[in-house]
């Protein structure tokens, strides 16, 4: 028999304002929702989380794990929090977020919407080491989506407003949902 897989090393590094983001029970989470930063690197990518976009909390947009590209996990917001990472879905999901290019930096021209940027397998197995471990520690997780699949909003492209463009293409077409899928008990939502 094989022993069980070590959990994944979590480095727990809390956004500055993570005290004011809305407290839920672990019970109210039965969704994991998968980005892409769409930005260069991690540095970045704290950066824009802890940027404050809201003012009326003093919070901002941020998903609770990122995934650098060569596998190792952050926590930026703990799951008992509601982080702001996909428009309706905050309260029922957890964000996580892969470091990725994506569109950047110019994600709204129509020109530029390819998303050519393999994920790494480091960051493919610590995001299936990561999601193993938030279904043993979140019972009644169920679900699992893209961002693209939640917000299917389309918006003027930044080159010519008469084009329209996806706001969100995150994780993109070379996320490898198959790898990911047979690893994990959750059901790719919407079903």
Request: net charge negative; proline share 9%; glycine share 6%.
């Amino acid at each position: 028999m094989s022993p069980e897989p070590a959990p994944p090393i979590v480095h727990v590094d809390p956004l500055p304002y993570e005290a004011r983001l809305q407290s839920r029970a672990i019970d109210a989470i039965d969704l994991v929702v998968i980005h892409c930063t769409e930005l260069p690197d991690l540095e970045m990518a704290r950066r824009f989380g802890e940027e404050i976009r809201y003012g009326e909390s003093a919070t901002g947009n941020s998903g609770h794990y990122y995934i650098d590209r060569d596998g190792a996990i952050h926590r930026y917001v703990a799951i008992q929090r509601v982080a702001h990472h996909t428009r309706c879905y905050n309260p029922r999901s957890i964000g996580i977020e892969l470091v990725n290019t994506g569109r950047y930096p110019d994600w709204l021209d129509s020109r530029h919407q390819a998303m050519d940027e393999p994920y790494t397998d480091a960051q493919v197995a610590a995001l299936i080491a990561l999601l193993q471990q938030l279904q043993d520690g979140v019972p009644t997780l169920r679900w699992i989506a893209g961002h693209e699949d939640l917000d299917t909003t389309s918006v003027a492209a930044s080159d010519d407003p008469a084009v329209s463009v996806r706001r969100k293409r995150d994780p993109g077409p070379l996320f490898p949902w198959p790898r990911v899928l047979d690893a994990v008990a959750l059901r790719r939502l919407p079903d």
